[in-house]
């Protein structure tokens, strides 16, 4: 049954002013009304609490400010708290800095619920969709981020694949509440949230790609990790360099 709160929006930010209200406006503009935003930040230094408290004091039925706990815990971190506040039988997760498409929630839902339906009841699910490529301007650069990155997700989903590359992008990401409730506590030697969710779903449940593009993925000067190409090389690089991988897309650490 559809409640007032069927999907949960988690949004984790740090100086992002610049694209904040733009993103948000998307997440306004989509074409289904049954979501709710969990937003916390992560100890920006600009105006991104500023327009967070605007917009949570503008739309209260649909917003919910996460503050505990303060200070910077970086990107896995934040999400692993926003995912413990959430209680929604399905979850999107969301960067600060992209636009999504009118669409999006309800192509993601209508296509884990499918699974939900072909499946055993409490199967942990996600589903992940490709996204347009764009620049700080959102003109685009190129139209599949999964052709942009030589993905071929359907050929990628299985836990061996996974292990060595993740497929998943968290801002096209939906999942289940089975596989939120499972997955939980994520590691914290996980690289990222997402990856984490993918392999648990890999290991657990289902996963399904949807071809689609749902969003344009905003790459700009502040972006650190984006659409950038995860060579066997750059993965070791990340992973033997002192800072490992919290270097993300908001430079959180």
């Not at 959102?138 to 050929?155: C, G, I, R």
Request: glycine content about 4%.
């Amino acid at each position: 049954m559809v409640t007032s709160r069927q999907i949960d929006i988690l949004v984790s930010t740090y100086n992002g002013e610049d694209y904040l209200e733009e993103q948000l406006e998307s997440i306004l503009s989509q074409d289904i009304h049954d979501w709710h935003i969990l937003i916390r930040d992560d100890g920006s230094e600009d105006r991104s609490v500023s327009i967070i408290e605007k917009y949570a004091s503008r739309y209260p039925d649909k917003i919910t400010v996460i503050t505990q706990p303060p200070g910077r815990i970086g990107i896995p971190g934040a999400f692993e708290c926003l995912l413990e506040n959430s209680s929604s039988p399905y979850v999107a997760f969301c960067d600060q800095d992209d636009v999504w498409l009118p669409n999006k929630l309800r192509l993601l839902r209508e296509c884990i619920q499918q699974l939900e339906d072909d499946s055993e009841e409490g199967t942990p699910v996600l589903v992940h969709s490709d996204l347009h490529v764009v620049d700080s301007q959102l003109v685009k650069l190129a139209d599949s981020f999964w052709k942009y990155q030589k993905l071929n997700p359907s050929k990628m989903q299985s836990l061996e694949r996974l292990l060595v590359q993740n497929c998943v992008t968290g801002c096209a990401t939906m999942v289940n509440r089975a596989l939120v409730d499972r997955a939980l506590p994520i590691p914290k030697d996980a690289i990222m949230h997402d990856w984490w969710l993918a392999l648990f779903a890999a290991s657990e449940g289902k996963i399904k790609e949807v071809s689609t593009r749902t969003m344009e993925y905003r790459q700009h000067e502040n972006n650190s990790n984006g659409a950038k190409k995860w060579t066997s090389k750059y993965i070791l690089y990340k992973v033997f360099t002192e800072d490992g991988w919290r270097v993300n897309k908001y430079n959180v650490q």
